[in-house]
């Protein structure tokens, strides 16, 4: 359906797929998928466990977040529980990024309000914990953001702005595509400069990170 509908990316990294791509249906996967839809909640009488609960929450505050008619002081709320609830729960990191949230993350990431892009930033740090979420990040346009962040933001924006990159240079491709954004590795040298003790800790840990690969 992915394909019919006129896409030429991969849905998860958003990298671009070949010209015929080679697909092969995993029915054994769609059958257990099937099954598991048509399993009614009702069907089962045992208290639901602290994670089944964790991701019930995940998912009001996810609605709340990407809402457009949500105020600020809502969204605020929403991103501040979402990094609670996603700083150690890796299945949680999986389904948040899978939700569609790393978008209006990213608009929070604009925003003028420093508090709130300061818990956007922090989200998408926890985020980018997974390997699989780091090649997605990028395609979805993080490093723009946190390259502007450097710049202008408040000084722990830029903190987590710089270790947000340290997180995502831990993949090879990541680091030539970081080292080859205008700007990116100048507004980390500058904050090395001028920054205070944080901000120049944590630029120097992401030099260091994207300088093992040569071209940087």
Do not use: M
């Not at 995993?26 to 399993?39: D, K």
């Not at 089962?44 to 709340?64: F, G, K």
């Not at 969204?75 to 949230?101: A, N, P, Q, Y």
């Amino acid at each position: 359906q992915w394909i019919d509908s006129g896409n030429r990316t991969c849905p998860i990294t958003k990298l671009p797929l070949s010209e015929n791509p080679s697909l092969i249906p995993n029915h054994a996967l769609r059958s257990l998928i099937s099954n598991f839809a048509h399993v009614s909640p009702k069907e089962s009488s045992r208290p639901r466990t602290q994670q089944e609960l964790s991701q019930s929450q995940s998912q009001a505050l996810i609605s709340t977040l990407v809402s457009r008619l949500s105020s600020n002081a809502s969204k605020l709320e929403s991103l501040s529980r979402l990094v609670r609830l996603t700083k150690r729960d890796s299945s949680i990191r999986r389904k948040v990024t899978e939700s569609g949230v790393v978008r209006a993350a990213l608009d929070c990431v604009d925003s003028c309000n420093q508090v709130l892009q300061e818990k956007s930033l922090s989200l998408l740090l926890n985020l980018s914990l997974e390997d699989d979420n780091k090649v997605g990040l990028v395609a979805d346009g993080v490093i723009r953001r946190i390259v502007a962040v450097l710049r202008v933001g408040s000084p722990d924006c830029k903190a987590i702005a710089a270790t947000l990159l340290t997180s995502l240079a831990v993949v090879e491709v990541n680091k030539a595509t970081i080292g080859s954004y205008p700007d990116a590795i100048s507004a980390l040298v500058y904050l090395l400069r001028v920054g205070n003790d944080r901000e120049r800790k944590e630029s120097a840990t992401a030099l260091y990170a994207l300088c093992s690969f040569p071209d940087n």
